[in-house]
Nanobody, 126 residues
């Protein structure tokens, strides 16, 4: 049974919105760094956003890749133990499989995260 499960992907017209969710029955998100990554066809996986644990040095600040700043919002609902990625003004170049990841370290480097979900497909197309 996967430790992280993403949901909320789908097909959206350019300019539309989606909210992705990442849930876990085994891990408590507030104790870990959490990141969202995406991988488009024939492209490398890239970091989209990340946030630190509630006790971490970077707690209270969410970091975004330049390509998504102002359009994507990452948040954590601790009582629901769910992490969200709100995608607004979705563009065709946002089309990718989006995955959440958990680790003890922070940043956009995928190798510092050691637990991954299987991902959810997001497609921006008319």
């Amino acid at each position: 049974q996967p430790q992280l499960v993403e949901s909320g992907g789908g097909l959206v017209q350019p300019g539309g919105s989606l909210r992705l969710s990442c849930q876990s029955s085994a891990l408590t998100f507030e104790y870990y760094a959490v990141g969202w990554f995406r991988q488009a066809v024939e492209k490398e996986r890239e970091g989209v956003s990340w946030m630190d644990s509630t006790g971490g040095t970077h707690n209270g600040t969410t970091y975004y890749a330049d390509s998504v700043k102002g359009r994507f919002t990452m948040s954590r609902d601790s009582p629901q133990n769910t992490v969200y990625l709100q995608i607004d003004n979705l563009q065709p170049e946002d089309t990718a499989i989006y995955s959440c990841a958990v680790g003890a370290w922070v940043g956009f480097n995928q190798y510092v995260y050691n637990c991954w979900g299987q991902g959810t497909q997001v497609t921006g197309s008319s």
